[in-house]
């Protein structure tokens, strides 16, 4: 595996993979990888059945632009020594590690990316700025490496959306895959966020898959009233837990828009707080 | 030459010459096309020495993302068969229209890109949203084309500015040429919209790069204080002509902010009102 800080150095090895008629595959990350992480890269070394015929670089990159003021930033969990250990052994090929100043040399950026409308509900609501700055880092990644493939966590659901449509409007060519949520035995969603937790947040967390697929149960059943659905999950996560919830919403998994009936293929989304940590996930089902 | 409506068509060419070596530019262009924009391709044909090695891709596309809601979109002319006729002539090998249905199925797109600050001053005070709307469709034109080289003319300089900010900001890899200012015998910028003039007005038009000229003499002279020079040039297309200035600044031609006192590399931009034609102009110089 090789790793390097420049983009530079970066577009000179895809260069050559590509001269060599290898598949380009892009998995951006945050670090603090976790086996969510790593099972994507298991899945792009042996999707295409010939270990050689791809070249799989994974960025590790905590973007200033993603985080609002008063979030966790400065202590976003950072360990570049195991991290670049972790992705060796899952089979990456490059590993790109860019400083702040590599992807933002003028202090800032007055370039930016925005996916109206679906940008701004659920997460975008209590994250102003958040999906803004997820579309511009992912477009500048796309830039640069110019991914036939890219393969982005199921977990962050509305990120795939924003990211999706930003690709279809832009005309940007690539595939993109939705790598299914990988969850503890308990079934929380895996998450660099959960070393936040306290044993006692961590053991109660669990509660948020629990409730989710009581959510998804109603519907397979037949319920199609949103309302429904919100308020046994609400309740389910309030008595059961210490978490604090920022919102449960079922969607149109599509276009995330709202149903007064539910049908078609749903996203049952939600964002818990536990103590000072922000747990999302969801699921996707059809009605 | 080739001729496509279509996204697909498009690439599959560009693919086949890219296979071939070939250096691949694009001319982005809103047709009725004038000596300004086929002078670009008669640079670039032989700017590379040799003729056989670029692959020049034209664009004509009246973006509706960059129009005002009561601006020229529905009577900018369109004449794509007189503009197909003089492409080819001109030496474009593959020339794109596509449709608006082409370049926006969905109706419209979520997703704008904005270069804040330099896009909300000069025209884009006045022009809410145009530099979102063309930074948009280059980028778009952008993904689809991959270009190693992309023309822009220097008429339009703070939309180069934008466009070469855009660039660097999402790390797009494409060298930008802002191309001089193609003019008519007695000065006036070549543009489409000068179609527009009545005789009369047409007739008092060159006043506009008489005064800019006047202005740079100026400043070469030594005058280093903007507002002389901003007033020279209002005095005298006000007293000139019956043209309505909107604006008239002398900006740092790199970055387009304002001088306390001029110096460096310069450029003096301006929009003025002939009836209800607007036509803007610039010129760059060193102080």
């Known amino acids: 595996m090789k790793i390097t800080e420049y983009i530079s150095g970066l577009r000179e090895n895809i260069h050559l993979a590509r001269e060599q008629g290898k598949i380009i595959v892009l998995i951006p990350t945050m670090g603090h990888l976790h086996y969510g992480h790593l099972s994507m890269v298991e899945n792009a070394r042996k999707d295409d059945g010939d270990r050689e015929k791809v070249y799989i670089i994974m960025s590790i990159f905590v973007n200033p632009l993603q985080f609002g003021e008063n979030e966790d930033f400065d202590r976003y969990p950072r360990n570049l020594v195991r991290d670049s250990r972790l992705a060796q052994e899952a089979g990456v090929?490059?590993?790109?590690?860019?400083?702040?100043q590599e992807m933002y040399p003028d202090g800032q950026s007055l370039t930016t990316i925005n996916v109206s409308r679906i940008s701004e509900i659920l997460c975008g609501s209590k994250r102003p700025g958040h999906f803004q700055g997820v579309a511009t880092i992912v477009n500048k990644?796309?830039?640069?490496?110019?991914?036939?493939?890219?393969?982005?966590?199921?977990?962050?659901?509305?990120?795939?959306?924003?990211?999706?449509?930003?690709?279809?409007?832009?005309?940007?060519?690539?595939?993109?895959?939705?790598?299914?949520?990988?969850?503890?035995?308990?079934?929380?969603?895996?998450?660099?966020?959960?070393?936040?937790?306290?044993?006692?947040?961590?053991?109660?967390?669990?509660?948020?898959?629990?409730?989710?697929?009581e959510g998804a149960v109603l519907i397979t059943e037949?319920?199609?009233?949103?309302?429904?659905?919100?308020?046994?999950?609400?309740?389910?996560?309030?008595?059961?837990?210490?978490?604090?919830?920022?919102?449960?919403?079922?969607r149109n998994a599509h276009n995330l828009e709202r149903f007064e009936k539910i049908e078609g293929t749903v996203v049952i989304s939600l964002a818990v707080w536990f103590g000072s940590t922000r747990l999302i996930d969801n699921i996707l089902l059809e009605a």
């Open 93 to 100: 090929d490059m590993l790109f590690v860019p400083s702040v």
């Open 141 to 213: 990644l796309f830039n640069i490496v110019l991914p036939d493939i890219a393969y982005f966590g199921q977990k962050d659901y509305q990120q795939f959306i924003v990211i999706n449509k930003m690709v279809k409007d832009l005309n940007i060519l690539v595939q993109l895959i939705a790598f299914p949520t990988v969850r503890e035995q308990d079934g929380l969603a895996m998450s660099s966020r959960n070393s936040y937790l306290s044993s006692e947040e961590r053991q109660q967390a669990p509660i948020i898959y629990q409730s989710l697929r």
């Open 222 to 250: 037949g319920e199609t009233d949103p309302d429904v659905i919100i308020t046994t999950i609400k309740d389910r996560i309030s008595k059961g837990s210490k978490g604090k919830i920022e919102y449960v919403e079922v």
